[in-house]
């Protein structure tokens, strides 16, 4: 499907437009059928949207927010993205946000992802909004070049729900949505932010294999319209 580039002067204007549109697609989807789904990614880039979003108002307590992926550690630890969108998402008035986390207190991040599937299901599908952001090596959600599962991940008929995911560069072990459950979203974004990330998304848009940029998997297939918010 065609991807869109909304190109913002810098990283505060491209939070303010994000999030006042991800702030209408919620309110439309509660109007529309009385509730809303919002995933979103971890790492550095999406604090100061996060920050943005957590002021818009809106029925919150209708909005249920989950995680694309998720470190195999608890919400206590640094790396976590539960503590980020804790931290930067879940405060103001998007406290009143329902959170589902991806993490679970299993042996195995293989049984924490079995946990996590369950766990998920409720929250329905496709999501109102899913929010995708994208490493240098052009991975995005937990689909890392070379990572154990990747193959699964992007295979369009894999069922909906979390696998997991090792790779280099991936730290620990990862919790991951799948393709399938990504690709539908009705708003889907990809945001990134810096000239190498814009250089890295010209590379993924030219030809080579998914395997090798896993991002593409979502540029070349994904059912919905890919909305990229890029700042310098
Ligand atoms: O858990 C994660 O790290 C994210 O879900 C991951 O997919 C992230 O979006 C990219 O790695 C970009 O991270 P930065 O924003 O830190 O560059």
Redesign the pocket.
Same mark, same amino acid.
């Given at each position: 499907m065609a991807a869109t580039m909304h190109a913002f002067a810098n990283g505060a204007e491209l939070a303010r437009n994000l999030a006042d549109k991800v702030a209408a697609s919620l309110s439309a989807a509660i109007d529309a059928q009385g509730a809303a789904t919002l995933a979103v990614? #971890?790492?550095?880039?999406?604090k100061l949207f996060f920050q943005e979003l957590s002021a818009r108002d809106l029925d919150w307590s209708k909005v249920t927010i989950t995680?694309?992926?998720?470190?195999f550690v608890p919400s206590d630890n640094p790396r976590s993205?539960h503590l980020l969108v804790a931290d930067n998402l879940l405060q103001n008035k998007a406290k009143a946000a329902n959170f589902l986390p991806l993490y679970q207190a299993a042996g195995s991040a293989e049984d924490a992802a079995k946990l996590a599937t369950v766990a998920t299901a409720s929250i329905g599908n496709p999501f109102d909004v899913a929010i995708? #952001?994208?490493?240098?090596d052009g991975?995005?959600?937990?689909f890392f070049p070379g990572g154990s599962n990747l193959k699964l991940a992007l295979d369009p008929m894999t069922p909906r729900g979390i696998i997991t995911m090792e790779a280099d560069g991936a730290g620990e072990p990862?919790l991951?949505f799948t393709f399938s459950s990504l690709q539908d979203a009705k708003l889907l974004v990809l945001h990134?932010?810096g000239e190498s990330?814009k250089d890295v998304l010209t590379k993924a848009e030219s030809a080579g294999d998914e395997a090798e940029m896993p991002i593409r998997a979502i540029l070349r297939r994904a059912t919905s319209p890919v909305e990229i918010y890029w700042a310098p």
């Open positions: 990614s #971890g790492g550095s880039t999406p995680l694309v992926d998720e470190r993205n995708l #952001g994208m490493g240098g991975h995005t959600a937990s990862r991951t990134i932010e990330k």
